[in-house]
């Protein structure tokens, strides 16, 4: 048994059966919708994951123009 098997199997026991038994596959349409879902759930992740870095980047620069200016007027 292989790790892409075992994984088949924790996620969906059945799943891993019909597989196995090289079951034709009755529900194209539905595994289609799956995998077009999924690729598009990937994309807003990775989206998510950019739009966060450049939010904590944004924030520290933030912080740094907040405390040159702070500096600038304790130094007056």
């Known amino acids: 048994m292989r790790a892409s098997e075992i994984g088949a199997y924790i996620f969906c026991q059945r ?29 807003r992740i ?9 939010s904590r980047i944004a924030i520290f620069v933030a912080l740094i123009l907040l405390l040159l200016a702070l500096r600038a007027v304790w130094l007056n």
Not at 23 to 42: I, V, W, Y
Not at 46 to 54: D, E, F, G, S, Y
């Open 46 to 54: 990775r989206t998510a994951r950019v739009l966060q870095a450049v």
């Open 15 to 43: 799943a891993w059966w019909y597989q196995r038994s090289q079951q034709p596959t009755l529900n194209k349409q539905e595994l289609a919708a799956g995998s077009d879902f999924h690729h598009r759930h990937a994309g």
